[in-house]
């Protein structure tokens, strides 16, 4: 059985991959990143967030049978790839941490390029963008709609595609780990630790099993993350709706006293209720603004976790393991 004892060391690279239903892809994604070797050296963190097939009997396999410094955490149920992310980067000990999908849609050669652009560049952060992006294209479509929000509600660079494979610095790494709200959403942890951003070009890849983990449910909950844990906006924007219902009903009485001093009598129950729907539908839109961020604030307050780990398997090379022991 692999060693469990924590390594002390630092290496060059950790990569940090959550796994969720990866079963069938994560040995070859593994297989392929144990032959890379970045400077500095290179271990490898899998995180098994409450995945329903056998992804953690696999992982536990490639834990024993590790030709590289190998990281195994398995969360207690499924918490979400952004909160299965943070676990894996606290227990990660490189001088980058480079984060990646299970899905072998990011080719595991682009990791050093990507590494290399971050280290020699002296970035914090650098991301990937695609030429050409293999996702489906409602999930493509989605992915366009979010990077949009995210212009708008997180201070990040105009135009900077947020991908989930990224470099980032250990000091970007020990800063966002410190967020412990049951809600994170890994770019805006980024953007308030970091303006030395850069981005560089890789490839994409088909899917090869399976499909996107993604359902537009999980991607709504991303984005309500996005809305109501790193901005205001939305808050400001129901000032905003409130204030123009306010004025539009100021004129509507206006127009009513113009209609009644002349003689006319006032527009019927047609125009009346219209104007109560739109008043309700506006004020029940702020109070359900105003709830979520209630909600949000009330589970963090009572202790909601973010992710709740049960076993950290760490799998030293049998080499490496008997050099230290005959020293």
């Given at each position: 059985m692999?060693?469990?004892?924590?390594f002390?060391?630092?290496?060059?690279?950790?990569?940090v991959?959550?796994?969720?239903?990866?079963?069938?892809?994560?040995?070859?994604?593994?297989?392929?990143?144990?032959?890379?070797?970045?400077?500095?050296?290179?271990?490898?963190?899998?995180?098994?967030?409450?995945?329903?097939?056998?992804?953690?009997?696999?992982?536990?396999?490639?834990?024993?049978?590790?030709?590289?410094?190998?990281?195994?955490?398995?969360?207690?149920?499924?918490?979400?790839?952004?909160?299965?992310?943070?676990?894996?980067?606290?227990?990660?000990?490189?001088?980058?941490?480079?984060?990646?999908?299970?899905?072998?849609?990011?080719?595991?050669?682009?990791?050093?390029?990507?590494?290399?652009?971050?280290?020699?560049?002296?970035?914090?952060?650098?991301?990937?963008?695609?030429?050409?992006?293999?996702?489906?294209g409602w999930?493509?479509l989605?992915?366009?709609?979010?990077?949009?929000?995210?212009?708008?509600?997180?201070?990040?660079?105009?135009?900077?595609?947020?991908?989930?494979?990224?470099?980032?610095?250990?000091?970007?790494?020990?800063?966002?780990?410190?967020?412990?709200?049951?809600?994170?959403?890994?770019?805006?942890?980024?953007?308030?630790?970091?303006?030395?951003?850069?981005?560089?070009?890789?490839?994409?890849?088909?899917?090869?099993?399976?499909?996107?983990?993604?359902?537009?449910?999980?991607?709504?909950?991303?984005?309500?993350?996005?809305?109501?844990?790193?901005?205001?906006?939305?808050?400001?924007?129901?000032?905003f709706?409130?204030?123009?219902?306010?004025?539009?009903?100021?004129?509507?009485?206006?127009?009513v006293?113009?209609?009644?001093?002349?003689?006319?009598?006032?527009?019927?129950?047609?125009?009346?209720?219209?104007?109560?729907?739109?008043?309700?539908?506006?004020?029940?839109?702020?109070l359900?603004?105003?709830?979520?961020?209630?909600?949000?604030?009330?589970?963090?307050?009572?202790?909601?976790?973010?992710?709740?780990?049960?076993?950290?398997?760490?799998?030293?090379?049998?080499?490496?393991?008997?050099?230290?022991?005959?020293?």
């Amino acid at each position: 059985m692999p060693s469990v004892a924590p390594f002390a060391e630092t290496v060059g690279l950790s990569i940090v991959v959550p796994v969720y239903r990866g079963a069938a892809t994560i040995g070859t994604l593994v297989a392929a990143l144990s032959e890379l070797r970045p400077e500095g050296g290179i271990e490898i963190v899998l995180v098994n967030d409450g995945s329903p097939d056998n992804s953690g009997e696999v992982c536990r396999r490639l834990a024993e049978t590790a030709t590289v410094p190998l990281t195994y955490v398995e969360h207690a149920r499924n918490f979400g790839e952004h909160n299965a992310v943070m676990s894996g980067l606290r227990v990660a000990r490189g001088s980058y941490v480079i984060t990646m999908d299970d899905d072998l849609q990011n080719p595991p050669e682009e990791v050093i390029k990507l590494y290399d652009h971050a280290r020699l560049g002296n970035y914090d952060v650098v991301y990937t963008r695609y030429a050409v992006k293999e996702h489906e294209g409602w999930r493509n479509l989605g992915s366009r709609f979010a990077n949009g929000v995210a212009d708008l509600l997180i201070d990040k660079p105009k135009g900077l595609y947020l991908s989930s494979f990224r470099c980032m610095s250990a000091l970007v790494v020990r800063e966002i780990t410190r967020y412990a709200g049951p809600y994170p959403y890994i770019d805006g942890l980024i953007m308030q630790v970091t303006q030395r951003i850069a981005s560089i070009e890789v490839r994409h890849l088909k899917r090869v099993e399976g499909h996107s983990n993604y359902t537009l449910r999980r991607l709504v909950r991303l984005w309500l993350n996005l809305a109501t844990n790193f901005s205001l906006l939305p808050v400001r924007l129901a000032v905003f709706a409130g204030a123009a219902m306010g004025v539009l009903g100021v004129v509507a009485a206006l127009f009513v006293i113009a209609e009644a001093l002349t003689g006319d009598p006032p527009s019927g129950w047609a125009s009346t209720m219209t104007v109560t729907l739109l008043i309700s539908g506006v004020q029940f839109l702020i109070l359900g603004v105003l709830g979520e961020y209630v909600g949000r604030a009330f589970l963090s307050a009572n202790g909601t976790p973010q992710g709740v780990v049960r076993d950290v398997v760490r799998a030293r090379p049998a080499a490496e393991a008997r050099v230290e022991d005959a020293a």
